[in-house]
């Protein structure tokens, strides 16, 4: 029985030696060591051993078993490392390999011209508000003078949601808000996104975006207005821009004008730009008008006030010379990778 045992256990060694893998190893450990393994097989002969001879064997058996045991343990562990050694190996990174390029996004020039807008303000003391693209008829027209009949209604239509809840058609509800919220002396600017049932062509979108102005105070007058529009002006387009009041009309301003600025193009010659005439229009503009300012609880004999309203879709078209307004609204990348 000892002689058979030796043959095991050198089998056994012999065996381990050569593995190289961690579910051979898993294999011998079973075909020696398990239930039904070749030791355990052994012990379970030693019924027919004598009295003196079991604890002797015994004893050699357990002995050889626990020399088995730390020896396939010991295997198992070396291959382990082995194995994630080798795996280390294969996954290796190769650091002299081009980097995947990282794409980053920029500002739409849409952005970066409002923002540019936004320095010009506040510089001059203008904060910036913000109001609901969802408005009331009551904020968008009623409160602007034009009631419900009023046929400057027609040049603004636009996508309504209920009776009285519309996409608004101007920024200029944000001057009603304003009001009622602050007491003069106010100067702020509005810049959003407005909406009109317009039809799509190379200048005209349904959505476009524009900034309004509004400064209430005591003693405010036209110069005062012209002053901030020619120092805005210059500021966008350079020094020797030349600002032109043209008389118009606005229900909630009175009296309300066209401005136009001398074409950054040709300087004031006249060019395809600027159709041959020198001047590019850039915005409505007026005197707050005392019903607007009454329907906000601010009295006109006291207080006066401008408001303008400028397109920030066409400020951006004439400073990249974009010739599509539809180009900013596709998202297509090929085009607003260019800014
Ligand atoms: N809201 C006017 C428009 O959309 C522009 C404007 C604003 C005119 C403020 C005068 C004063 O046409």
Known sequence: MQETLKEIVNAAKEAVAACSDESQI?????QYLGKKGQLTALLKQMGSLSAEERPKVGALVNQAKQELE????????ELKIKAQENKLNEETVDITMPAKPVKTGKLHPLNTVLDDMINIFQSMGFDVVDGPEVETDYYNFECLNVPADHPARDMQDTFYLGENLLLRTQT???QIRTMETRKPPIRVICPGRVFRADE???????VFHQIEGLVVDKGVT???LKGVLEEFAREIYGSDTKV???????PFTEPSVEVDV?????GGKGCRVCKGSGWIEILGAGMVHPNVLRSCGI????????????GLDRLTTTRYKISDIRLLFENDKRFLEQF
């Open 200 to 206: 799509v062509d190379a200048t005209h979108s349904p």
């Open 299 to 310: 009295d006109p004999d006291v207080y006066s006030g401008f408001a303008f309203g400028i």
């Open 262 to 266: 001398t074409c950054s193009e040709c």
């Open 26 to 30: 898993e294999n011998l450990r079973v």
């Open 222 to 224: 036209m110069c005062d």
């Open 244 to 250: 032109k009041f043209r008389p118009s009309f606005f």
């Open 70 to 77: 730390e020896l396939i343990s010991a295997k198992k562990q």
């Open 172 to 174: 200029s509800a944000a």
